[in-house]
């Protein structure tokens, strides 16, 4: 199956500090990418949409200012956690769907953890 | 908008024995389904999706899910499960076109033993 790859898999910041996390979808083209957060124990939230070229979509409750979200090309989306804050240590992941098709395909998440 | 509901939260059984993890979703458009499982300290793998066609989906690794279009439901299915099955299974929703997104339920937690 497609691959999406997600850098890095572990981070840890201070608080205050921004921190990006790159999505890449390594064999295809993915002209929607998703970030989804999840905590212990939880199931994935949806942060926000990105499209390749435009503004993302972000999910109520997500402060788009907190979380960045840039989608410059075909095959790459980061996120970027700005002036973090203990309470943003959760573990991220994306995920991007095909231009051509339905299916979505995950990272293998990064784990932020924010001292 | 879309919701997604699984009602098992944590499921126990033992080795050999059948599964059926619940999933309904509420929508009232054209929906595509999927099943994703994440094994402890993996990332989330798609196990069986749907978009069309024959209602009974066949995944990897011996499962199965059948749509039910009247019950709203996507129910997955193992008629013999193995150790190596303990993980946390997702059921997710999406509406189709361009604009779709993918909607998780809360996951149900499958230990089976020994």
């Known amino acids: 199956g497609a691959v999406v790859s997600q850098h890095p898999s572990w981070v840890i910041c201070k608080s205050g500090t921004s921190v990006k996390i790159e999505c890449r979808s390594l064999?295809?083209?993915?002209?929607?990418m998703f970030w989804y957060r999840q905590f212990p124990k939880q199931s994935l939230m949806l942060m926000a949409t990105?499209?390749?070229?435009?503004?993302?979509?972000?999910e109520q409750g997500v402060e788009k200012d907190k979380f960045l979200i840039n989608h410059a090309s075909l095959t790459l989306s980061t996120l970027t956690v700005t002036s973090a804050h203990p309470e943003d240590s959760s573990f991220y992941i994306c995920?991007?769907?095909?231009?051509?098709?339905?299916?979505?395909?995950f990272g293998e998440g990064s784990w932020l953890t924010v001292v | 908008a879309q919701s997604v509901s699984q009602h098992n939260h944590h499921v126990i059984l033992s080795e050999a024995a059948s599964l059926e993890l619940g999933c309904n979703y509420s929508?009232?458009?054209?929906?595509?389904l999927f099943w994703y499982v994440q094994y402890p300290g993996q990332h989330l793998q798609l196990l069986l999706k749907?978009?069309?066609?024959?209602?009974l989906v066949k995944g990897i690794k011996g499962f199965e899910a059948e749509f039910i279009k009247s019950k709203f439901s996507f129910n997955l299915r193992k008629p013999s499960v193995q150790w190596s099955d303990t993980a946390e299974y997702f059921c997710?929703?999406?509406?189709?076109?361009?604009?779709?997104?993918?909607?998780f339920g809360t996951g149900t937690r499958l230990q089976v033993t020994l």
């Open positions: 995920s991007a769907k095909l231009s051509s098709g339905n299916t979505i395909y």
């Open positions: 064999d295809f083209q993915a002209t929607t």
């Open positions: 990105s499209n390749e070229g435009s503004k993302a979509t972000y």
């Open positions: 929508y009232g458009g054209t929906v595509n």
């Open positions: 749907y978009f069309s066609g024959d209602p």
């Open positions: 997710a929703v999406s509406t189709t076109g361009t604009a779709s997104k993918l909607t």
